[in-house]
């Protein structure tokens, strides 16, 4: 297989269900139910830690957030003099691409320190100033200069992704990261009000809003407007979707659809009153491991290479993006050693894949951890608690927490020493999430020793 181009569209707080072609009935994306028709949609794809600057730390990486040091969304260090490179010293797979050849561009949202400065081997820059703001007159980073970019943010960075496609001579093969900010908040008056008219009587099923989660973050804004919010929501999805169709059709357009890699994911899950709460991780205080947290959207597609239509149930994780990208392109011995990720390109060809020996799934959110297998969940808090232990084939939406039955302890203490053992193989000691304060409030600088010693969450 020749090196293909890789167009790879990052959403920003999208639950795995706000897709049509995930089985919601009433959310609107017919460009992305269109990609999955022309591709293999991953049902059981896993983010790194629900929250997104760890998750698209360790996408770029393959890194751990015990790696990288990426624990929670960065709150400084974005742009001024105190301007951090959080992954400065860790090879990123577009670093590598880059070095075989790649010309590498990003549109859209970095929100991974020091946004003026063009890093990991992109050529191309133009992202956001730090990681969220009002949909119109967004601050960007436009030409190494900030800017406030006229228009509504995700056509804009869509405008900006198609003139980079347009730039392409086809002398090298590109990559083109393209990250949205949609749906992050804010949702009510922020987006087109001809597509948030579309859901004026939508009945919202989909979005249950249940009794307040006993841990929910009690000065959450939306929970009094849900419906307006839940409007504004899936508005921005829909506005994404129609943005997606452009890039899709461009690349047709150009006669690159077959030589493109094109990759949708979600940075981290969402819940928009599921379990009683708005938000990822951070939505309740401890930080939570539903699955709708750490859930996310995934589709590759690549026609005449990647199997059509076909909805994959492995367990997967952004920790296995970087190896599976470099695996495909054909430059695979480049890779860092010590990721805890492995290559899932057998998957994406349609091949049988022996999945790893013990198929689990670990999730972090600073001193909060996850082992999940197919059937079981199990959430750790150090130093005390409260964990939790859910039967993932009864109670798929983890209601009922099994942490003291007595007939579960034995189950407890086997993934107990599971989740400690794949910790202690990966985890930087300098970055261990589990000496990290991190309760869900940013981060301020880096972790560790590295930090000089200063509070570094807030």
């Given at each position: 297989m020749n090196q293909p181009n890789i167009v790879f569209i990052l959403s920003d707080d999208q639950g795995s269900w706000a897709m049509g072609c995930a089985g919601n009935p009433e959310i609107r994306t017919p460009n992305l139910d269109r990609l999955a028709a022309t591709g293999t949609r991953f049902d059981n794809f896993f983010c790194t830690s629900p929250v997104c600057s760890p998750a698209r730390a360790s996408l770029l990486t393959g890194r751990i957030p015990s790696q990288h040091g990426v624990h929670d969304w960065i709150k400084e260090g974005n742009m001024g003099e105190g301007a951090i490179p959080y992954l400065d010293g860790q090879t990123a797979y577009t670093e590598l691409l880059a070095a075989n050849g790649y010309v590498c561009g990003i549109s859209g949202k970095w929100h991974l320190g020091d946004s003026l400065t063009p890093q990991k081997g992109f050529t191309?820059?133009?992202?956001?100033?730090?990681?969220?703001?009002?949909?119109?007159?967004?601050?960007?980073?436009?030409?190494?200069?900030?800017?406030?970019?006229?228009?509504?943010?995700?056509e804009v960075i869509t405008e900006d992704a198609l003139a980079f496609i347009d730039r392409q001579t086809g002398q090298a093969p590109f990559y083109l990261s393209v990250h949205y900010t949609a749906p992050h908040s804010p949702w009510i008056g922020q987006h087109p009000e001809d597509i948030v008219a579309l859901y004026e009587d939508c009945p919202f099923d989909s979005c249950p809003q249940g009794p307040s989660h006993p841990w929910a973050i009690p000065n959450a804004p939306w929970g009094n407007k849900w419906r307006e919010n839940l409007k504004g929501y899936f508005a921005a999805v829909t506005a994404m979707d129609l943005q997606i169709g452009r890039l899709i059709d461009r690349l047709e357009a150009k006669g690159l659809r077959e030589q493109t890699l094109l990759v949708f994911m979600g940075d981290n899950g969402f819940n928009c009153g599921h379990h009683g709460f708005w938000g990822k991780g951070n939505g309740t205080f401890p930080q939570n491991m539903y699955d709708t947290s750490v859930k996310v959207p995934a589709i590759f597609s690549h026609p005449g290479t990647i199997p059509q239509g076909k909805v994959c149930s492995s367990m997967l994780s952004g920790y296995d993006v970087m190896p599976t990208l470099l695996d495909y392109t054909g430059i695979p011995d480049t890779m860092p050693g010590g990721l805890p990720g492995g290559s899932f390109t057998p998957l994406l060809l349609g091949e049988p894949m022996v999945e790893r020996e013990h198929v689990f799934i670990y999730d972090e959110y600073g001193p909060v951890r996850m082992v999940r297998s197919r059937e079981w969940k199990y959430v750790h808090r150090y130093p005390y608690g409260p964990h939790e232990l859910y039967d993932l084939l009864q109670d798929p939406g983890e209601r009922t927490n099994l942490i003291d039955v007595p007939e579960q302890q034995d189950r407890i203490a086997r993934m107990k020493a599971e989740l400690d053992r794949w910790f202690v193989r990966y985890a930087d000691p300098e970055r261990d999430g589990v000496r990290e304060p991190v309760r869900g409030g940013g981060q301020l600088r880096l972790a560790g020793p590295d930090g000089g010693g200063k509070t570094a969450f807030t």
């Open positions: 191309h820059w133009f992202v956001h100033q730090s990681g969220g703001s009002p949909y119109y007159d967004a601050p960007m980073i436009r030409d190494g200069k900030p800017v406030k970019e006229k228009g509504y943010v995700t």
